[in-house]
């Protein structure tokens, strides 16, 4: 298993993704672990369409995603791992998946989500999530593409400003 | 009830204006809601207009120049949906979703990430040559794809609605973009290579000089594939250059050539 | 003559910097594009040219990808043009120093162009809030306009961002240009070709192209030996 990136972007594989982090972290393979996704196949489709042939996509749901990773079928590869919401990242970590750094792209603004950073939006529930992984040792930064200055999750909190 | 040519016509024009709102909460959403509302207006009765609008306002992004074949499928099903009333047969935000990012990464690879450098660099040819037409021939050559992409894509999509996936979904463009990033690098040492040349011209240095300007941008460029950003290492570069420079003429002064 | 070129500068830096992202992105926004035509409207075009070629591929790789914001290249060329010209007459120094002396001032003040902009849409975070209060209220046009308020943010962005490059501009050069003059005269051809070089540079770093410096190198090789040879 060799994870270059771990990456909580609600917008899952889109442009900042596949132009500015592959080519950064020079990944060949992008795991996409959301349960919405895996169970749509016309979505999974939508999704691989968009990735060049050259680069491998696996889509699956959180469970299935952390046992592909830790069985030894990836070895050989340069691995970015996607999740699409907080909730997801704990529970693959919970699942098993030792993971050391996170980082924070997309989360998008909803009802009762505050903005952290411009395009950091949390609610509670985040909150405790992050807060958690945190407790067991994972760093957890937000950086939205590689040439943004790289800035940890507490530092945001103080950024607090309006309620959606 | 079809939503006339003249109303896509004025559909078409208001997506050059998709970005215009555009904020950290909603991205696009405004905009797609501004573009698509003279045709809900075509297709739902007054009154239910401010409910319709609600489903519209929410978060949206996608290329811009893919937006038109988004709206385009959008108006379609929305025909659709005011066809058979009551009973909405497909989800459309849904729909709106499940595209969106794949439409953005497509378009950003392809266009922002290929065309736009390969592009750039066949108009810098005629730039360094002192072509006044050089910002005409970029504006040209990079619009023609694009506009292609706008016009006909909007059309296909309001044809075709759900269908007009499977173009995408067909036609690998991921890939092509590739081909267009690979050609743009070409394109690009050919133009560095030109601008060498027309440097090293006039003052008649041996021609073999010109290759060793490689070294230093290979290590330029591995610094910044390490994350360096661009203001250091121009900063850098030009420092380095004028002390050169500087200590090159103090030399040339004390040694008398 | 000289308010006369920086509104046209103003004018050129409205027109261009709507195109970033507020509408049309047919990119006239592009230095290649933006500097030239500014120039031309000035009465230099080839001062514009030189300083497209310069600064359009700087940051060319960084992409508008998303919620990223890039520098202002556009803000960057327009006011580096508007400055050469307009301190070029000033000084009696139409010179590729000046217009050299100039980019540096303006470039790095491109950063304070994407300041700009990010605040731009930071402040068009409002918007959603009063279109929905419209729709509410079943005031549809009303809803449209608030839409087409955004436009107000960007303008300004970019019209702040030109007004910071031209105001530093206009008051570092006089000053430092005694000081300058000389050193950078000495290699102002080795800086000319150098700065199109690092873009290349910064885009052959970044471009998600599989053996890109191979690639690359063999091109610049192979023209380079048809140039020298043939």
């Known amino acids: 298993m060799n994870l270059v990136l771990i990456r909580v972007d609600n917008r899952l594989i889109h442009g900042q993704v596949l132009e500015s982090w592959v080519p950064f972290v020079q990944a060949n393979c992008i795991v996409v672990a959301n349960d919405a996704i895996a169970s749509n196949p016309l979505k999974q489709l939508m999704m691989k369409a968009s990735v060049p042939s050259r680069m491998r996509v696996e889509i699956y749901t959180v469970d299935e995603a952390v046992r592909l990773l830790q069985a030894t079928d990836l070895d050989a590869y340069r691995v970015l791992l996607l999740f699409g919401t907080t909730a997801d990242a704990l529970r693959a970590y919970r699942r098993g998946l030792a993971y050391e750094q996170l980082n924070l792209g997309n989360l998008h603004a909803d009802a009762g989500k505050a903005r952290f950073s411009c395009t950091v939006f949390l609610d509670a529930r985040d909150l405790d999530d992050l807060e958690m992984l945190e407790q067991a040792g994972v760093v957890i930064t937000a950086r939205c593409i590689p040439a943004d200055t790289e800035r940890p999750w507490r530092k945001l909190i103080p950024n607090v400003k309006e309620m959606e | 009830m079809t939503i006339p040519w003249q109303t896509r016509v004025h559909i078409w024009f208001r997506l050059l204006l998709l970005q215009t709102s555009w904020s950290y909460q909603r991205l696009q959403g405004l905009g797609f809601f501004f573009a698509l509302l003279p045709g809900l207006k075509k297709l739902y009765p007054e009154d239910q207009i401010p409910a319709i609008s609600r489903r519209y306002t929410g978060y949206f992004n996608t290329h811009p120049y893919l937006a038109p074949m988004v709206a385009g499928a959008v108006l379609k099903l929305e025909e659709e949906n005011a066809r058979s009333g009551d009973s909405q047969t497909i989800d459309i935000a849904e729909f709106k979703e499940m595209v969106a990012a794949p439409y953005a990464a497509i378009g950003d690879a392809l266009f922002w990430g290929g065309l736009r450098p390969l592009a750039a660099g066949v108009a810098l040819f005629f730039a360094v040559k002192g072509i006044v037409w050089a910002p005409l021939i970029f504006l040209v050559f990079y619009n023609l794809v694009p506009l292609w992409f706008r016009i006909v894509f909007f059309q296909r999509g309001y044809r075709q609605g759900l269908q007009s996936v499977e173009f995408i979904q067909n036609h690998n463009l991921a890939d092509w973009a590739i081909h267009l990033k690979e050609a743009a690098v070409v394109v690009l040492g050919g133009f560095c290579a030109f601008l060498v040349f027309t440097h090293l011209d006039p003052h008649e240095p041996p021609g073999w000089l010109g290759l060793l300007v490689l070294l230093p941008m290979i290590l330029l460029g591995l610094g910044a594939r390490k994350g360096l950003s661009t203001l250091l290492l121009v900063f850098l570069t030009c420092l380095t250059i004028v002390m050169v420079g500087m200590f090159w003429a103090d030399l040339a002064l004390v040694l008398g050539f | ?230």
């Open chain 3, 1 to 230: 003559m000289t308010p006369l070129a920086l509104l046209t500068g103003a004018f050129m830096a409205l027109v261009c910097g709507l195109d970033r992202i507020a509408v049309f992105q047919v990119l006239i926004s592009r230095p290649v594009v933006a500097a030239p035509v500014t120039a031309l409207l000035l009465g230099e075009p080839l001062i514009g040219l030189q300083i497209g070629v310069m600064v359009e591929l700087l940051w060319l790789a960084r992409l508008p990808v998303g919620a990223a914001v890039p520098p202002d290249d556009t803000q960057v060329a327009i006011g580096a043009s508007v400055l050469a010209v307009v301190m070029g007459r000033h000084l009696d120094a139409m010179t590729l120093t000046m217009t050299l002396v100039c980019l540096l001032v303006a470039f790095p003040l491109g950063k304070v162009g994407q300041f700009f902009e990010h605040r731009a849409r930071l402040y068009n975070g409002r918007l959603p809030g009063l279109v929905e209060q419209a729709i509410e209220q079943g005031k549809m046009g009303q809803a449209q306009w608030q839409h087409l308020r955004g436009m107000l943010s960007f303008a300004l962005s970019s019209l702040l961002t030109y007004g910071a490059i031209v105001a530093g501009g206009l008051l570092a050069v006089p000053h430092i240009w005694p000081l300058v003059q000389n050193p950078v005269s000495l290699s102002a051809e080795a800086l000319q070709l150098a700065l199109p070089l690092i873009g290349v540079a910064m885009i052959l770093g970044s471009i998600n192209v599989s053996r890109a410096i191979t690639l690359f190198c063999a091109a610049f090789g192979m023209a380079f030996l048809l140039l020298w040879l043939v």
